[in-house]
Each structure stands twice: as structure tokens, then as C-alpha cells.
């Protein structure tokens, strides 16, 4: 037996019931057995062979909106564990969001397109930072990390919060904007879509985003060991997936009463925040990123790229 059929046969219940939790009689997921076996069983192997128990390992992945990410990311997680015996610990850039009352501060002082949250500048960079240097230090102690609740547009209370007791083997750190490098300035000048030409006409928004990745995510992001990168075909279909999760975060909902989940023309509107990093790392992201997965109009992956051996 295939050292692939032999993880299969082992994840495949935990994997299963997974992916089950996260459909909706709406959207269900197709050939997952196909992407577990064919794409993401290989990928932990890979994984597995570069992680070092002496020092956690940071596996990086990225992607458009609704790309995914979660549910690949989980997937990885689930596997290294049942079958590779890792400690591993997942946790999403968006939960290191800066709470609602702080990017209020923070559009009030900068830009008032800083209220919404996503654009580097909206994250807490030194919980993150404070994150990373934590979890790579030989005395390692207990740690509490933040979640962030879409539905609220805020954070959890402390009391909901991340506890990870133990060092982890492998870190998987995923994130829609996760790796992304900044642009020369004269790039900004050009807009791309209707909201950066009606609310950032003086480009103090888009100069202090670019800014933010120049600088203290670019430390960030240089501590990543490795990066994955899922590829969508256009951003159009970003938006398409995007709806998806938003209709998803509403059912899943128990309470519906204060919700911050947004119709189609606000998942329109929201997306044009995303649209220059996201159409920049369409471009790049294939040149730098270790994996690239590749996917179809159907959400699904249809082939891998490894850039590194």
C-alpha cells in the first residue's frame, strides 16, 4: 500500500466529518476526496519533512477572499496531527484584527477608510509580532490569542480567546494578505476601482497601507519558513465566494439580532478595500510563494505547484 492511500485510509473520517460541518444545503463540497488524497496529503509530507521538533515551523498560507483558507488550512491541520503526530496550531491573521474601537481611532486620525477592517494597518502587528517571538522562544510559556468575530465586526471576549498550552511542532498562519509585498509609490496613483477614486483622491489611505507592508509586516512575513499560495482564476469570482461565506456567517448565527453580515453590494463595496493587494498578489505570488494550488471556477483545487524542494 501507497504511503498516500495509508494516510488517507487514517484522516479520512476526521477529514470527512470536517468538511461536513462546514457545508450548508446550499453549498455542498465536491470531490473532496479527490482534493485530501491528490493535493493536500502530499502537501503534509512535505510539511512533515521540513518541520524540526526542536523549533515550531511556519507554514504561511495565503488567498483571496473566500478562497478557502480556513477549510484548507484545517484540513492540514487535521492530518498532521492523525497521521504525523505534530502539534499543530492554526490560527488566521483576522483574528489579530484590531478591535472596532481602534480602528475608529485609527480612521479618525489617518484615513476614515480605516474603519474597515482587512487592509494591513488594521491588524494588531504587535500581538503578532509579540506572537511569534513567543512561540520561538526555548522557555516557552502558556499564551491566549485573540478570535475575531466576523459577524460582530469585533473581537471575541477574552474568555473565548485562543489558549495554546503547549509548543507547537508546526504554526499555520493563513490570511488573505499573508506574504504580500508592498508597491513602488507611483503605482498608487493610479486608481482601480470607484472607491478609491470617490474616498482616497489624496492617497493617504492607499500611501499608509503600502507603508504598513514596507515596514513592520514585511518583519512578519520574513519569519514565515514557508508560504502557500491558492490562486484563483479572477477577482470577480473572489467576490462570487465571498457573498458565499457571508450567507454561511448568517445561518451559522444563532443570535441575529446586532449582526454586522453584509448583502451583495456590500460584499462589492467591501471587496474594492482588497482589490489592489489582492490583483497584486495574483501577479507575484507565483514567483515567491513555496506551493501554489491552483483553482478552478468551481472552487475546487485542480492542480499544485512546488516552487522548493
Not at 446586532?258 to 467591501?270: A, S, T, Y
Amino acid at each position: 500500500m501507497k504511503l498516500t492511500d495509508k494516510c488517507f485510509n487514517k484522516v479520512k473520517k476526521n477529514c470527512l466529518k470536517f468538511i461536513k460541518s462546514q457545508e450548508t444545503k446550499a453549498d455542498k463540497f465536491k470531490n473532496k476526496e479527490r482534493m485530501i488524497k491528490s493535493f493536500l496529503i502530499p502537501l503534509c509530507f512535505w510539511i512533515s519533512k521540513k518541520a524540526d521538533k526542536k523549533r515550531p515551523y511556519f507554514v504561511g498560507l495565503a488567498g483571496g477572499q473566500g478562497t478557502g483558507k480556513t477549510t484548507i488550512s484545517s484540513l492540514i491541520k487535521i492530518i498532521l496531527i492523525k497521521y504525523f503526530k505534530l502539534k499543530v496550531f492554526r490560527i488566521s491573521i483576522d483574528d489579530f484584527y484590531k478591535t472596532r474601537k481602534e480602528r475608529l481611532s485609527l480612521s479618525n486620525r489617518i484615513h476614515p477608510m480605516l474603519l474597515t477592517r482587512g487592509v494591513p494597518g488594521t491588524h494588531d502587528i504587535k500581538m503578532m509580532l509579540n506572537f511569534f517571538r513567543k512561540v520561538k522562544s526555548k522557555k516557552f510559556k502558556k499564551l491566549k490569542l485573540p478570535t475575531f468575530n466576523k459577524a460582530i465586526d469585533d473581537r471575541f471576549k477574552k474568555k473565548y480567546w485562543y489558549n495554546l498550552n503547549d509548543k507547537p511542532d508546526v504554526i499555520i498562519f493563513e490570511g488573505w494578505c499573508v506574504g504580500a509585498k508592498s508597491e513602488k509609490n507611483n503605482s498608487l496613483k493610479k486608481t482601480i476601482n470607484s472607491m478609491e477614486k470617490a474616498k482616497d483622491q489624496k492617497q493617504i489611505w492607499r500611501k499608509y497601507v503600502n507603508q504598513q507592508l514596507k515596514s513592520e509586516y514585511k518583519n512578519l512575513y520574513s519569519q514565515l519558513n514557508c508560504l502557500i499560495y491558492l490562486k484563483a482564476k479572477n477577482f470577480s469570482l473572489l467576490q462570487k465566494w465571498r457573498l458565499k461565506q457571508e450567507r454561511k456567517l448568517w445561518l451559522n448565527s444563532k443570535r441575529k439580532s446586532n449582526l454586522k453580515i453584509m448583502n451583495k453590494e456590500d460584499v462589492i463595496n467591501f471587496m474594492q478595500t482588497y482589490q489592489r493587494i489582492t490583483q497584486n498578489m495574483f501577479r507575484y505570488m507565483p514567483k515567491y510563494a513555496s506551493i501554489i494550488l491552483n483553482l478552478n471556477s468551481n472552487h475546487q483545487i485542480k492542480s499544485a505547484t512546488y516552487k522548493i524542494k
